[in-house]
């Protein structure tokens, strides 16, 4: 399967807790996003990386979010002290030279 | 006002019935505009991009876009049950380096 690939599936922590989450673009895109999707929202931007640069991110984001994507191959979204706010679905997309992104399956936060 | 509007629905048609889903964008400069599909529990598919004023075919999906009312359909002619989804329309904002702007999304219920 040469599709987007997140891990883990699921991630249950308490608040407080740091969290990493991994995605594998498809192999031939420069282009890597993350994004976060709650219940009857639509995926909400949170940063955008071609490369290895990350050239975009949303005002919106927590000093808590970091992201990296070292030498331009797979990502990791960090959260640290987690809090119940951050429960959510977070989606790694990658994406060509043009503008059509690719999802991958998401990772499902749980912060209890 | 946000970004990307779209009525949350559900939408309910019967089989066979062309079902209408709509989309207004806030910012005139938008370049790009998207139809994304997501079942439930399943992260977003694209199902058609448009760049210009007019009509794309593709199947028995057709885009319209019309740049002076803000304004971005979908069209889908023989529902079939297994359109039932949610349809999430994405805009790319005028100055942005590649990320979309996502609406709720409207929910589409086709009955058999």
């Known amino acids: 399967d040469t599709g987007v690939s997140q891990n883990p599936r699921h991630k249950i922590t308490k608040r407080g807790q740091n969290v990493t989450f991994r995605c594998d673009p498809i192999s031939e895109h420069n282009r890597l996003y993350w994004y976060r999707q709650t219940l009857g929202q639509g995926p909400e931007f949170l940063t955008y990386?071609?490369?290895?640069?990350?050239?975009?991110k949303s005002r919106l984001l927590s000093d808590r979010f970091s992201a990296e994507r070292p030498k331009g191959s797979f990502s990791t979204l960090e959260i640290q002290r987690t809090e119940q706010g951050d429960s959510a679905m977070y989606l790694c997309a990658s994406s060509p030279s043009n503008e059509k992104l690719f999802f991958g399956s998401g990772t499902q936060l749980s912060v209890l | 006002q946000k970004e990307v509007e779209q009525n949350s629905g559900p939408l309910s048609v019967p089989e066979g019935a062309i079902a209408s889903l709509n989309c207004t964008y806030s910012d005139r400069g938008s370049q790009s505009f998207f139809w994304y599909r997501q079942y439930s529990g399943k992260s977003p598919e694209l199902i058609m991009f448009?760049?210009?004023?007019g009509d794309k075919e593709d199947g028995r999906f057709t885009a319209q876009l019309n740049k002076a009312s803000q304004y971005v359909s979908l069209l889908i002619r023989d529902s079939q049950p297994s359109d039932s989804a949610t349809y999430l329309c994405?805009?790319?904002?005028?100055?942005?380096?590649?990320?979309?702007?996502f609406g709720k999304g409207t929910k589409l219920s086709v009955k058999p």
């Open positions: 448009i760049y210009s004023n």
């Open positions: 994405a805009v790319r904002l005028r100055g942005s380096q590649g990320n979309l702007i």
């Open positions: 990386f071609q490369n290895e640069a990350q050239l975009e």
